[in-house]
């Protein structure tokens, strides 16, 4: 029902950028929070930052001052835009979207992109 594709991961040295992009498609009626996600080699999935519908928004400390998350409601997509990404940033970013499908249902349900990497190396 609902299709979510990351795109803009890659290798980066050290200090620099990556904007991550999420694309949300399928029948639904509309998405309600967005979040990017990641997860390192052997550690449990974590949350970036996530955004709501009407543009409040959450970050990791991690990443609070580096990480910028947006969306764009009209086009159902996400973005992450990453600043001075460092080692520790390396991991596969998995954009998520609690999306609810039918307009006279109160519930949502959650999706997941197949995620891309983030390699910040020198």
């Known amino acids: 029902q609902v299709q979510l594709v990351e795109s803009g991961g890659g290798l980066v040295q050290p200090g620099g950028s990556l904007r991550l992009s999420c694309a949300a498609s399928?029948?639904?009626?509309?998405?309600?929070?967005m979040g990017w996600y990641r997860q390192a080699p052997g550690k449990e999935r974590e949350l970036v930052a996530a955004?709501?519908?009407?543009?409040?928004?959450n970050y990791a400390d991690s990443v609070k001052g580096r990480f910028t998350i947006s969306r764009d409601n009209a086009k159902n997509m996400a973005y992450l835009q990453m600043n001075s990404l460092k080692p520790e940033d390396t991991a596969v970013y998995y954009c998520?979207?609690?999306?609810?499908?039918?307009?006279?249902?109160?519930?949502?349900?959650?999706?997941w992109g197949q995620g891309t990497q983030v390699t910040v190396s020198s």
């Open positions: 399928g029948s639904f009626f509309a998405i309600l929070t």
């Open positions: 998520n979207a609690a999306v609810r499908i039918w307009a006279g249902s109160a519930s949502s349900s959650n999706y």
């Open positions: 955004i709501t519908s009407g543009g409040s928004t």
